[in-house]
């Protein structure tokens, strides 16, 4: 698989699949995850709902990844996932490695090719950046999938940077 980053408004890129870090309840939030429920239309925000109620009635759970529509945004689909909250005193680091492993799981079941990743856990989450894009490149990188290629989408233009940074430091 293909790794790249880039900078920018992940509602805006035209993959088959954009990924959501989302929150339990599946219904909506700040962050890119308001972004994406505001760019993509309330298709994306039916689906969520009929998902809460027939497979996850307590949420989505932590680390696993469940596709909707994309609704009204270029990409065809939205692969929502639930990044832990970071803590000081646990390592959650196993938790944050399996949003983008059942991600990926999750494309390779409904065949998106390409897809493209906000930096999950990394915003309202509290996530410490660098540690964030390390988790995220490697666990994208170590993980098999019949996906072709995965873009990191950073927000801002410091973030990128630091993105790229760590890219280097890891050889990708
Ligand atoms: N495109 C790409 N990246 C974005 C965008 C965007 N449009 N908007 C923000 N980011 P966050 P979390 C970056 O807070 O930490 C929501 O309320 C942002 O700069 O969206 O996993 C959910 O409902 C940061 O680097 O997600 C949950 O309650 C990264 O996306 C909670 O936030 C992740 O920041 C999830 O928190």
Known sequence: MRIEIAQGDI?????????????HSMLGGGGV???????????????CRRLREDTYP????TGESAATTGGDLPAAHVIHTVGPVWAKTKDKSD??????????????EIGARRLAFPLISAGLYKWPKDDAIRVALT???DTPTQV????????DGATYDLARQVAADLGL
Do not use: W
């Open 11 to 23: 509602t805006t890129f035209e993959v088959d699949a954009i990924v959501n870090a989302a929150n």
């Open 33 to 47: 995850d308001g972004a994406i429920h505001r760019a993509g239309g309330k298709q994306i925000l039916a689906e």
């Open 58 to 61: 307590t949420g989505l759970p």
């Open 95 to 108: 938790e944050l490695r399996s949003c983008y492993r059942t991600a990926l799981a999750v494309a390779d």
């Open 139 to 141: 666990t994208l990188r």
């Open 148 to 155: 072709e290629q995965a873009t990191l989408v950073l927000f």
